[in-house]
């Protein structure tokens, strides 16, 4: 299987690969206001590619429960720097985080590789053309609702069958729209709309979204129902949130680890892919 991004393609034959997160944010609900100014984002960014990042997500809009939108403006003015600043200094293949399809353009073309759309390309009707013309690689994400409203009662006939059956619609749109399947990776959205037993579902079924034959990204770093689960705070999820990833690899579902803490999980798919692919009886000395 591979990802078609804009001039680059990701393959996922060696293993699973790792995407830093950078909030470009004041209110991000994990690290708002660490990495707001420029210069910060930048060091951040390169950082994470020095601890294994395979990919940055670059975001500019907190997305955060509860969130409210901010402006165009407002966010071209956080984002496009910091991407434009990569683009140069780093290999790393670049995600911009954004619903907003101006957004989307400025940041291509000022190099970015593809486009992680929590709305799955619905929240901008200019959006879906955006990404066609430019041929960018897209996340296409599960969410129920909006920022604002999407934790205020989340309800489903069946959580895993349901975003399934949005995740094929939304293939199938796109599709006939011209964009590649080949562009297309899915992202279940936990934490976005979902109750914590919804989120617990999806992370046990995560196999079930492989018969869509797209890569799938996961997304479960610092997220709130770890907090609830060990009543831990943010910045003391690291052990929940890797236990979470590795069952999601345990499942041979996972694509691509959207992350805070990149060294950790980093070793993380170092160690799994090792054991693996480790013979069940090995000759010889071991070290």
Same mark, same amino acid.
């Given at each position: 299987?591979?990802?078609?991004? /804009? =001039? /680059?393609? &990701?393959?996922?034959?060696?293993?699973?690969?790792?995407? #830093?997160?950078?909030?470009? $944010?004041?209110?991000?609900?994990?690290?708002?206001?660490?990495?707001?100014?420029?210069?910060?984002?930048?060091?951040?960014?390169?950082?994470?590619?020095?601890? #294994?990042?395979?990919?940055?997500?670059?975001? #500019?809009?907190?997305?955060?429960?509860?969130? %409210?939108?901010? $402006?165009?403006?407002?966010?071209?003015?956080?984002?496009?720097?910091?991407? +434009?600043?990569? +683009?140069?200094?780093?290999?790393?293949?670049?995600?911009?985080?954004?619903?907003?399809?101006?957004?989307?353009?400025?940041?291509?073309?000022? #190099?970015?590789? !593809?486009?992680?759309?929590? $709305?799955?390309?619905?929240?901008?009707?200019?959006?879906?053309?955006?990404?066609?013309?430019?041929?960018?690689?897209?996340?296409?994400?599960?969410?129920?609702?909006?920022?604002?409203?999407?934790?205020?009662?989340?309800?489903? +006939?069946?959580?895993? =069958?349901?975003?399934?059956?949005?995740?094929?619609?939304?293939? %199938?749109?796109?599709?006939? *729209? @011209?964009?590649?399947?080949?562009?297309?990776?899915?992202?279940?959205?936990?934490?976005?709309?979902?109750?914590?037993?919804?989120?617990?579902?999806? *992370?046990?079924? *995560?196999?079930?979204? $492989?018969?869509? @034959?797209?890569?799938?990204? &996961?997304?479960?770093? /610092?997220? @709130?129902? &770890?907090?609830?689960?060990?009543? /831990?705070?943010?910045?003391?999820?690291? +052990?929940?949130?890797?236990?979470?990833?590795?069952?999601?690899?345990?499942?041979?579902?996972?694509?691509? !680890?959207?992350?805070?803490?990149?060294?950790?999980?980093?070793?993380?798919?170092?160690?799994?892919?090792? &054991?693996?692919?480790?013979?069940?009886?090995?000759?010889?000395?071991?070290?």
């Amino acid at each position: 299987m591979h990802w078609q991004l /804009r =001039n /680059r393609n &990701l393959h996922f034959d060696s293993r699973c690969l790792v995407m #830093g997160i950078v909030n470009v $944010t004041p209110d991000s609900f994990s690290d708002g206001g660490r990495f707001l100014h420029t210069d910060a984002a930048i060091a951040h960014a390169l950082e994470l590619v020095r601890q #294994g990042a395979d990919l940055l997500d670059i975001g #500019g809009e907190s997305t955060r429960p509860g969130s %409210q939108p901010i $402006t165009l403006e407002e966010e071209l003015r956080r984002v496009v720097p910091v991407v +434009a600043a990569l +683009a140069k200094q780093t290999g790393a293949a670049i995600s911009v985080d954004t619903s907003k399809a101006e957004v989307a353009r400025t940041c291509l073309e000022a #190099g970015a590789h !593809l486009i992680n759309d929590i $709305t799955g390309l619905t929240g901008d009707p200019l959006m879906a053309e955006t990404v066609r013309a430019l041929g960018a690689g897209v996340v296409i994400m599960h969410m129920q609702g909006t920022p604002a409203t999407m934790q205020l009662a989340p309800a489903y +006939a069946d959580v895993i =069958n349901d975003i399934v059956q949005y995740f094929t619609g939304r293939i %199938q749109s796109l599709t006939a *729209l @011209g964009i590649p399947a080949e562009a297309l990776a899915i992202d279940p959205g936990i934490g976005f709309g979902k109750t914590r037993e919804h989120n617990i579902a999806l *992370l046990a079924g *995560l196999a079930k979204f $492989t018969e869509l @034959g797209r890569p799938l990204c &996961l997304g479960v770093s /610092r997220k @709130g129902f &770890l907090g609830k689960m060990l009543d /831990r705070p943010v910045a003391e999820r690291l +052990a929940g949130s890797l236990t979470a990833a590795a069952y999601g690899l345990a499942q041979n579902a996972v694509h691509i !680890l959207r992350v805070h803490d990149v060294a950790e999980t980093y070793d993380l798919v170092r160690v799994w892919e090792v &054991l693996r692919s480790a013979p069940l009886s090995p000759k010889g000395r071991g070290e």
